[in-house]
């Protein structure tokens, strides 16, 4: 970690090290509290060691907002929520840039009664409003707009702006022929389209002064059909540099590109190559900033070593783990993130508040959880034990968590941080739950640290944890002993009432997880949600001599393309019209266009008549149509495995039944969100 904690001097801005905390939309930027949730947000972040933080997009203007929750940098109302930002994150001794942001023809402007602008009247699939094209005045008034907010940002109390050019929004439109097609001053040829961006950062420059520090958000590959080609992209580099970016920030693909860019299919680095070409184009004008799917300091040491970039921007791993930085100085844990956008970026774009899967605290930093709703038979008991005195001062008491799935996890976390003693027991021989399946699905090897990370945090916290302990009535008097009791034991799969179910060639999931590297050559799994679905890209996924950033490049006509062996022949039957449903809205689409490259095989709306030593067969109109397969799976959804919830019920101690126990569903945000819930409400 040499390189990347060391530090760097940025516009003048002293840094401590090489890790920029990238932008992020929390959904938080309106609410109606002074600023106070967001300012503990990014107050967090400072207080673990961020260095310089760059806020989730302002928007220059109401029409440039891209979601209904965005705050607008030339609003009155918005000016003391920012103002409390950047005064919170200063006492905790950070820095921060303000992103002035316009989201153009992906604005959800008509939320507003408006019509999305763009540089032409240019329709996209991410947004469902059509833009009409800016005027020539518009233009110079939007030009306008984005000068004021860095004078504003600056008379906030911000260290420095951060212009978002990059993931298709309206500056990055202007240099695109895809979505600029005018023929005047702003558009035409390669040049005219960079006048926008250019002239943007001028009038910043001029607005907010010359030693105020502009950063720019440039893509480094827009990732459409029709884009600017390496030397356009190059060009505009090199033009920013001359025309005093203090940085350039390389962001990768657009919303709509086809090419999954931040997802958990695309491994660590894979765009390292980008940000490397712009860096050798500007050689030393100005710093050039790596992005996109860099989750961990190891990662970024390799870049900066590699001299593909001068400082990395980390965004949702400071989501996963604020003090990301000041434990990765001690040589702790850090939580890290394992890029499955559920908690983030999928609500995100949903206009929800955002948090983290692995880090329920996440944006709510002031509130935590609510407790509701669990089952409290000894209410009284549990009051009486509280009022034993201070959190400091008092006995700790002890709590049982039965279950090491994620929700147990979480549970026992909430808890031994808050003091209390803790025993986790685990029916496995090793704590995660349906993270021990998910870790095994290529791209999600991630997982497995989510694992590591709260194993070695509970052991530090000294929770107990009791590996291979399934509890029974013998537990009883011990669990009846406890000031509150978490059951999450988890789910278990559903069998499928089928004739042939119960024969030699059928297996349910986890045994098909557990026996991949054995399964015949053609699998039919019975099902098609989110862990069939992983169970698929897992069997056909096959192997490849050369490094798995290459195979993704390749996959996606980024590279030459690469041999590739050993993938079964795989197909999901599902009776409902849909694969991979609870796969989150920004992941589903790209492991679906993963497994029909591979051949997988998606039918929906299928029939079953029976499974068969042959395969599965379905009643078809036409009549019997055989499924052929060496191995049958069954990914038919789960029950929940609440056997213990009526012993404990009966022992009068307060307790909860979380997760996948008290549902039946496979929802990793959820089931920590519920565990962390459950252990604070308990005490
Ligand atoms: Fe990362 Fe998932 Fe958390 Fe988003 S929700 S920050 S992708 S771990």
Redesign the pocket.
Known sequence: MRRVLSPVTLGGLALPHRVVMGSMHLGIEDRDDGGAALAAFYAARAAGGAGLIVTGGSAVNRVGTGGVHYSVVGEREHAPRLARVAEAVHETGGLIALQLFHAGRYAFAASFGLRPVAPSAVPSRFSPDPPRALTGAEIAATIDDFARGAATARRLGFDAVELMGSEGYLLNQFTSAVTNRRDDGWGGDAARRRAFPLAVLAAVRDAAGADFPVLYRMSGADLMDGAPDTDEVLALARELARAGAAALNVGIGWHESRVPT?Q?VVPPGTWAPYPARIRAAVAGAVPVIASNRI?RLAQAEQLLAAGDADLVSL???F??DPELIARSRAARPVN??????????DRSLADEP??????PA?GRELSLLPAAGFADPGAAVADATRAGGGERGRDRRRYAVVGAGPAGLAAAHALATAGERVVLYEAADEPGGQFRLARLVPGKADYGA?IEYYAAELAALGVELRLAHPVGPDDRAELAGCAGIVLATGVLPRPVDLPGADGPNVLTYPQAFAAADRLGERVVVVGGGGIAVDLAHLLSHGRTDGDERNRFRAEHGLAAPLGVTGGRQVTLLRRGPRIGTGIGRTTRWALLAALRRRGVLLRTGVRYDRITPAGVLLAGADGPELVPADTVVVAAGQLPADALRPMIAELAVPYRVVGGAADGAVDA?TAFAAGAEAGRALR
């Open positions: 931040v958990a989750n965004a949702r791993p989501l996963a890290v993130c394992i890029g499955c956008n559920q908690a983030c970026i955002v948090s983290c899967m692995v880090n996440a989510t945000v």
